[in-house]
């Protein structure tokens, strides 16, 4: 798992350089030790999802990765809401993200009855969207977008699990994260993206034939 991420960063770095982008160096950092596990666990007063906890102890206990299109860069209208994307997971600024999803749910989100309400709930947040919105895990370690301000993509699963979300979203370049950047690659609520999707083939062919 360590190389696919590696060559895939690699690769749409590479991709960026290529049609004037920029983009910063990336990081993938050693797994995270079991001491520095239970830790986050005991500042969460919870476990760390199974899968999510596995990755961290096996594989990464970060991955930083950041990337933006040339200003004025032509896309197909389906895809020209995308200017950015990237990674930042960091297993050790997990209790900041869900600190930060709690006040969320706490101030603006708090009634379970609600619909819109209840996506905020039983949740754990851990990555950061700069518009305010925030990726979340829910009890099974799938993986959840939550809009704070009615984002057409609240309450979309992008993977069934934080591993799976790299497979999907790395081969892309990890567009967003904010949700107009990643839904053109989305059937629907469930499906998770689809790196293999007509709209992703694309978006891959614009990326790497421009100049």
């Known amino acids: 798992m360590h190389r696919f991420i590696e060559s895939h960063i690699e690769m749409f770095a590479e991709r ?16 995270a030790s079991e001491v520095e596990l239970a830790d986050i666990e005991r500042q969460l007063q919870q476990p760390i999802p199974a899968n999510f906890r596995e990755f961290a102890a096996t594989v990464s206990r970060r991955i930083y990765f950041d990337w933006r299109l040339p200003e004025n860069f032509d896309l ?66 799938q993986i959840i977008y939550l809009s704070h301000d ?3 993509g609240h309450g979309y699963s992008m993977a069934p699990s934080f591993p799976d979300l790299l497979k999907r979203w790395l081969p892309l370049g990890c567009p ?12 629907n609520s469930i499906s998770g993206i689809d790196p293999k999707c007509e709209t992703a083939q694309a978006w891959i062919t614009t990326i790497s034939y421009k100049s």
Do not use: M
């Not at 960026?16 to 797994?31: K, T």
């Open 16 to 31: 960026i350089n290529a049609i004037g982008g920029q983009w910063e160096i990336p990081v993938i950092e050693e797994p």
């Open 76 to 141: 197909p209208e389906s895809l020209d809401e995308i200017f950015s994307g990237g990674i930042d997971y960091d297993i050790k600024r997990l209790p900041d993200h869900e600190e930060t999803r709690a006040d969320w749910q706490k101030e603006c989100f708090p009634n379970p009855e609600n619909p819109y309400d209840k996506i905020w709930h039983n949740k754990i947040g851990f990555h950061h969207v700069p518009n305010g919105d925030c990726l979340a895990l829910d009890s099974e370690g």
């Open 150 to 152: 009615d984002g057409e």
């Open 176 to 187: 967003g994260p904010e949700d107009w950047q990643w839904l053109p690659f989305v059937a």
